[in-house]
């Protein structure tokens, strides 16, 4: 058997009788088109290493693995290990982990190698699972990860709108963040309430040392948990006003309308006045 021998999608599911749990927010992409075409963006090719998260029947999976890449797969459902273990039957360079993804860690899973994230994460976790990658002491080479618009349009927005807010900076912060593919909710069976996106990140070279990137993760949780006071309002217990004068920047500004790097002017001086 090989990987172009598998029956579709739908009958391999059909065949094991299995169907999407609304508890783990499951929705099924089933079309290898849409499946190949996140593959391709994920830049993945023969002989590397990929992380992928809630593959379910495996759609993503078999795109992954005709570009020659090792996929190691974490799954919460048990359901869907005989379905996914056919992969490896079929030649695929696979590996099954159970278990959650929230709890996972990487750097066990991955022993030294690089590996890059490729994901139709599950709409529930998502974006918990971005911030602990982003945040973590594991390092993708990549992510290429599919969230529900709304938060793929957050993760990449700008200052000055509603979509802005702590996830942008930090992705921002980590990360170069673009949008590179719209995935309407009528591609997933069950089709979900709202359409989806993807999302690609490289890491940046120059990683904020882990005191710096505690101190950011600080400032923008106090000052976008209050987003419509002032700044000297919602980091108050941090210095108010004081803080954000020695920042450089206005007291009576908000968190929507701070750029990366005023909030990492925040995190510096937060920092020297706690030395």
Do not use: C
């Not at 099924?28 to 391709?40: G, P, S």
């Amino acid at each position: 058997m090989s990987l172009a021998s598998l029956p579709p999608l739908r009958d391999s599911l059909a065949a094991h009788g299995l169907v999407a749990n609304k508890g783990f927010g499951q929705h099924f992409l089933l079309d290898l088109n849409i499946t190949r075409k996140i593959a391709r963006l994920a830049e993945v090719g023969d002989g590397d290493l990929v992380i992928e998260v809630g593959p379910g029947p495996g759609g993503l999976t078999r795109a992954l693995l005709e570009t020659g890449a090792k996929v190691i797969a974490i799954e919460m459902d048990p359901r869907f290990a005989p379905l996914l273990h056919d992969l490896s039957a079929a030649g695929g360079d696979f590996q099954l982990i159970l278990g959650d993804a929230l709890k996972a860690d990487e750097t066990e899973i991955v022993r030294g190698r690089q590996a890059h994230l490729v994901s139709n994460l599950p709409y529930n976790v998502g974006t918990a699972l971005l911030i602990k990658w982003l945040t973590g002491p594991w390092t993708p080479a990549s992510l290429t990860l599919m969230f529900q618009k709304e938060v793929a349009d957050r993760i990449v927005a700008a200052p000055g709108g509603d979509a802005y807010g702590r996830l942008a900076v930090l992705a921002q912060a980590l990360t170069e963040a673009k949008l590179v593919m719209d995935v309407p909710a009528r591609a997933f069976t069950p089709p979900p309430k709202v359409d989806s996106a993807v999302v690609r990140l490289t890491p940046l070279a120059n990683r904020p040392h882990p005191a710096r990137l505690d101190a950011l993760q600080r400032i923008t949780a106090a000052a976008f948990n209050q987003r419509r006071k002032m700044l000297r309002s919602s980091l108050k217990v941090m210095g108010g006003e004081a803080l954000v004068l020695e920042a450089g920047l206005d007291p009576q500004a908000r968190a929507e309308t701070i750029s990366m790097a005023g909030f990492f002017a925040l995190a510096d001086a937060w920092l020297a006045q706690r030395s």
